[in-house]
């Protein structure tokens, strides 16, 4: 048995490895407990965070001496198109159980994340997610970048992935 591939920790945002871990979770989540079409678009870096939609889930991450965040946010028609595929329920407002979806849905794709990055030497623990919704405001205290990816779904409706390390 071998050790674990040494991790460079300088910038993970740069390795298109641990990127694609959280695209492939993403589609992997959405598909399977959606039954729907999702596609990834172009990432972009986001020298600051800015929410893009009603509705986020936020989960903290660490690794050594790595430390950031994993948020996804939805527009409210995106969230409710997810939804309406996922449990067959028609929303119309953000509310508890719209929530609830949102922080499930955030840890499947972090889980999922987590267990691929960690099988290529990385070394996260699960963590708690939390939901924030309407109209917020994240201040970052840092100097760490965000690498923003946007998915797509059918009927036009978009959410935003955005990972940020420091």
Same mark, same amino acid.
């Not at 903290?60 to 329920?89: C, D, H, N, R």
């Given at each position: 048995?071998?050790?674990?591939? @040494? ?15 959280? !695209?492939?979770?993403?589609? @992997? #989540? ?13 990432? &972009?870096?986001?020298?600051? &965070?800015? =929410? ?16 950031? %965040? ?10 409710? &198109? ?7 329920? @028609? ?14 849905? %955030? ?8 267990? #691929?990055?960690?099988?290529?030497? &990385? ?7 939390? !939901?924030?919704?309407? %109209? ?13 990816? =946007? ?12 990972? %940020?390390?420091?």
């Amino acid at each position: 048995m071998s050790a674990a591939p @040494k991790i460079d920790q300088s910038n993970p945002l740069l390795d298109k490895r641990f990127v694609n871990a959280f !695209v492939e979770g993403v589609i @992997k #989540t959405i598909s399977l407990t959606a039954n729907c079409e999702v596609e990834c678009g172009k990432p &972009y870096i986001d020298p600051r &965070y800015q =929410p893009k939609g009603e509705v986020a889930g936020m989960v903290g991450m660490v690794f050594g001496t790595m430390k950031g %965040t994993m948020s996804i946010s939805y527009t409210s028609p995106a969230i409710f &198109y997810i939804l309406e595929k996922m449990l067959g329920e @028609k929303h119309t407002e953000v509310n508890e159980g719209v929530t609830d979806a949102v922080g499930e849905i %955030t840890n499947q794709i972090y889980g999922s994340a987590k267990t #691929t990055l960690n099988q290529m030497g &990385y070394a996260f623990e699960m963590a708690i997610p939390s !939901v924030i919704k309407g %109209t917020f405001v994240i201040s970052k205290h840092h100097n760490g970048a965000t690498l923003v990816i =946007p998915f797509h779904l059918p009927e036009g409706h978009s959410f935003y992935v955005d990972i %940020t390390v420091v």
